[in-house]
Antibody, heavy 117, light 108 residues
Framework: EQLVESGGALVQPGGSLRLSCAAS????????MQWIRQAPGKGLVWVSR????????TYADSVKGRFTMSRDNAKNTVFLQMNSLRVEDTAVYYC???????????WGQGTLVTVSS | SYVLTQSPSVSVAPGQTARITCGGK??????VHWYQQKPGQAPVLVMY???DRPSGIPERFSGSNSGNTATLTVSRVEAGDEADYYC???????????FGGGTKLTVL
């Protein structure tokens, strides 16, 4: 199995960014997917979760109303649209797959988002 | 929202036993998962549903959960076990996943 995140970049406060996570090697549509993040030198923070068909999505309070998670099962890809970015959103963002019978059992290698002027 | 509390660090000598705790209100009523993260790497699941080990994780890793504390125990600690360890639960009230702050395991 493989998860490859992309889309990380340097962006100014208030800006937007769209992260992608391309999945391969497993049946994508049967897995829920998650995004977590890790600020430099800090711990893991859960960001968002989406179910298999994209009909149910939940967010951390810190990103609710600013971030939108979605998925395209035809392209085996999950997305994180990030708007109104803040300096405190600076982090490595990881996507992970969540099988039906366990928590996330595999995370990608992450993509770095830097929010700075 | 639900809060998980972990000690920032634990240090043990090789061959000894490390106990990494995760505190939360009535956490014994929740399923706790544990992730190991080494520098520059993605997290790796080492324990799920309190005491189940994923394939490939050594039997030296075990878990328990009762009352207000969940514990990840690493027996016969090796240098390769040195890493940050994070507990995680699902908070049903908010339908959010929650991570503890992480514990750095140092092998002396």
């Amino acid at each position: 199995e493989q998860l490859v995140e992309s889309g990380g970049a340097l962006v100014q406060p208030g800006g937007s960014l769209r992260l992608s996570c391309a999945a391969s090697g497993f049946t994508f549509r049967t897995h829920w997917m998650q995004w977590i993040r890790q600020a430099p030198g800090k711990g893991l923070v859960w960001v968002s979760r989406i179910n298999g068909d994209g009909s149910d999505i939940t967010y951390a309070d810190s990103v609710k109303g600013r971030f939108t998670m979605s998925r395209d099962n035809a392209k085996n890809t999950v997305f994180l649209q990030m708007n109104s970015l803040r300096v405190e959103d600076t982090a490595v963002y990881y996507c992970g797959r969540e099988p039906a019978t366990s928590p996330v059992d595999y995370w990608g290698q992450g993509t770095l988002v830097t929010v700075s002027s | 929202s639900y809060v998980l509390t972990q000690s920032p660090s634990v240090s043990v000598a090789p061959g000894q036993t490390a106990r990494i705790t995760c505190g939360g209100k009535n956490i014994g009523n929740k399923n706790v998962h544990w992730y190991q993260q080494k520098p520059g790497q993605a997290p790796v699941l080492v324990m799920y549903y309190n005491r189940d080990r994923p394939s490939g994780i050594p039997e030296r890793f075990s878990g328990s959960n009762s009352g207000n504390t969940a514990t990840l125990t690493v027996s016969r600690v090796e240098a390769g076990d040195e890493a940050d360890y994070y507990c995680q639960v699902w908070d049903s009230n908010s339908d959010q996943r929650v991570f503890g702050g992480g514990t750095k395991l140092t092998v002396l």
